[in-house]
């Protein structure tokens, strides 16, 4: 999460790959590009294992359905 020095995500970048994931019509590997991030920390931030905290995944999932 954000408590770690250097990490390349910000609560918005979370908010952003869930609901774009969550909306459709992009891969986890484009929103890594998209971030500047490996796929497998986009992974984790939607399967919740990071950045539990930022939102609810549960919310952003339904909005986008």
Do not use: C, M, Y
């Amino acid at each position: 999460g954000e408590r770690i020095k250097g990490s390349k995500l910000t609560p918005g970048a979370v908010t952003a790959i869930r609901t774009a994931f969550a909306a459709g019509g992009v891969t986890q590997g484009e929103l890594a590009r998209r971030h500047g991030v490996n796929p497998s920390v986009v992974s984790r931030v939607i399967g919740g294992k990071s950045w539990s905290r930022v939102g609810d995944r549960e919310s952003a999932l339904q909005a986008a359905s």
